[in-house]
């Protein structure tokens, strides 16, 4: 993997031409240039899409041109890994056929600088989370998928979208900043750290370093209102808000 290496997730980019939609899109195309001459790595931590199904020859014309820019990134000699989250998990090909060197639908691992790096998009990982973890079994099952399949993709697309609340995305400012989720976290990330060092994790919108030892969780923050980079290179991580 090349590096430097840039982190990004839950972008969470919404099927919408709202005015905070096409500032979030500006600020993200920016990063996109930033990096486009540095023949590294982007690493997608999963729910960049507010919400993705893979519908054979339909592709929103609001995503037309975020696929554009991607496609440009790939061709400039970044590479890029997209780990499937919770709410674009329904990528059957057409990401890696476009633009993405790997597609990865549960952790992506792998090793730098005699480090291990997990990258987790989060769902699912909480133990108490039950209700969720049903619910994700559901949705991930090859019977929902094919149901959804059968729904004319302006139907489906309607339905997510209702139940994310697209329309509505100071919602997802609840996940400002929560102390007990960082905490059960740092648990999970506890009984992780026998066998890696670094943890990456996304979708609870946290933001942040932890260090213990030679041991780390780096939350990956969002594209919503905190507008993370988390960057590694030559053995050292930072984390910024990208404000360009």
Avoid at 45 to 56: A, E, H, T
Wanted: net charge positive.
């Amino acid at each position: 993997m090349k590096t430097p290496i840039f982190f990004v997730s839950d972008n969470h980019f919404q099927k919408l031409n709202s005015e905070f939609e096409h500032k979030r899109r500006k600020k993200f195309y920016s990063f996109l240039n930033h990096i486009a001459d540095k023949k590294g790595t982007l690493i997608i931590g999963g729910d960049f899409f507010d919400f993705w199904f893979d519908y054979k020859g339909y592709v929103p014309a609001e995503y037309v041109e975020m696929f554009e820019h991607l496609k440009h990134l790939n061709r400039k000699g970044v590479e890029i890994h997209y780990v499937l989250g919770n709410h674009d998990f329904w990528d059957f090909g057409f990401f890696e056929k476009n633009f993405s060197a790997q597609t990865v639908k549960d952790n992506l691992q792998f090793t730098l600088d005699n480090e291990k790096i997990l990258v987790v998009h989060g769902d699912g990982v909480l133990k108490d989370d039950y209700s969720y973890r049903i619910f994700r079994t559901i949705i991930r099952s090859k019977l929902c998928i094919f149901l959804f399949n059968l729904l004319p993709p302006s139907l489906g697309y309607f339905i997510a979208k209702k139940i994310s609340k697209a329309e509505k995305p100071k919602d997802y400012y609840k996940y400002k900043d929560n102390k007990k989720i960082k905490e059960k976290l740092l648990n999970y990330a506890k009984e992780k750290w026998n066998d890696v060092d670094t943890i990456l994790v996304g979708h609870y919108h946290q933001d942040g370093i932890f260090k213990k030892d030679n041991k780390k969780l780096i939350f990956l923050g969002d594209w919503l209102n905190k507008f993370s980079v988390t960057k590694y290179d030559k053995g050292v991580w930072t984390q910024v808000k990208w404000d360009k």
